[in-house]
């Protein structure tokens, strides 16, 4: 009997609590996605670390033994300071000297990925007004990019999603979530192919040192926002026509997170995904709840107001003192 009471009270406690139990295994799940790509990422890439450090080091004892002159002192002063001024961008290689990173179409490739939050920090302000500058150009500009590219997908959408669904709905009376669903899943392959599949095999000719997985590796980080900087495209010291090369990528990375978003969006309005995300949230109070509540509470407080009222007609009942005109009315006189 107390087994099945104990059971009974714990399915009621979940079931009124399932959103929240639903949220935690959420937040558990994330959890346990960050620890599984943790050890994934570490087992894959520490064995090529160590690879190349030891080739490194291998490198630097040899250049040392063949140029006595130099110590090793100073070599690491000089490697220090190269390595510093490539995090920025600028390399001492002859082949890299010809290329500017803050001519015009640079600065506008770079001012793209600050605004899409892309941001593959091959390129770096150097000066202090520099650095002050990309900040407040990104507190304003970052906020108009997404107001820009909300107002862009809320306008596409209505061509590319919702007139599409209704109309094949409508004229050939099929399912709206199966044909939200077809059409969904049309899209997805239609922006890869245009935006990932295509530009990568372009990129691999374009790029000498750059194979298909590579460039389409680069499409991926950079469309997903990420933008790890390890590729950069017209970075090479023989790079032709570099310049228009450069507007070109600016005018890709901004298409094609246009397109991005406008894939997410319409799988967002699917009716499976919605329902799924319900799971997740916060119940919002009903009307009829609300109404319930305030009818409540309207109850309440006439019932406190009428109570109060009549303990003050009693406490004046009992305690009332009749009015004396004149101190001869009073009887205790008289």
Request: net charge neutral; hydrophobic share 45%.
């Amino acid at each position: 009997m107390l087994q099945s009471l104990a059971s009974n009270s714990c399915v009621r406690l979940i079931q009124n609590h399932k959103s929240m139990w639903y949220f935690l295994s959420l937040v558990l799940g994330y959890v346990l996605y960050l620890i599984f790509g943790a050890v994934v990422f570490s087992s894959v890439e520490l064995p090529y670390e160590d690879l190349l450090r030891q080739e490194l080091r291998a490198i630097k004892r040899q250049f040392l033994q063949e140029n006595d002159c130099l110590s090793e002192e100073r070599l690491e002063r000089f490697l220090k300071k190269a390595l510093e001024a490539s995090n920025y961008g600028v390399s001492i290689l002859n082949n890299a000297s010809a290329n500017w990173n803050w001519d015009f179409t640079s600065a506008l490739f770079f001012a793209s990925t600050v605004l899409s939050t892309t941001g593959y920090g091959h390129t770096a302000p150097l000066s202090d007004g520099g650095k002050a500058f990309c900040i407040i150009y990104s507190v304003i500009g970052i906020p108009f990019t997404l107001l820009f590219l909300t107002a862009v997908v809320q306008r596409i959408m209505v061509f590319t999603t919702r007139r599409p669904v209704v109309y094949i709905h409508t004229r050939w009376g099929l399912s709206k979530p199966l044909v939200a669903i077809v059409h969904a899943t049309l899209l997805a392959m239609v922006a890869v192919s245009c935006f990932f599949l295509i530009p990568a095999a372009i990129f691999s000719v374009l790029e000498e040192n750059w194979n298909f997985l590579e460039s389409f590796y680069f499409c991926f980080i950079s469309l997903s926002t990420i933008g790890l900087g390890d590729y950069v495209p017209g970075e090479a010291a023989n790079q032709k026509f570099r310049e228009l090369y450069k507007v070109g990528i600016t005018v890709y990375l901004i298409l094609g997170l246009i397109v991005m978003l406008v894939v997410l969006e319409t799988f967002c309005e699917l009716q499976q995904l919605k329902q799924l995300r319900k799971m997740f949230y916060l119940k919002k109070e009903k009307p009829q709840d609300r109404v319930n509540i305030l009818e409540h509470d309207h109850l309440s407080f006439t019932t406190v107001s009428d109570s109060t009222a009549a303990h003050e007609e009693k406490t004046q009942t009992f305690v009332s003192v009749p009015t004396l005109v004149s101190p001869n009315d009073d009887p205790m006189i008289q």
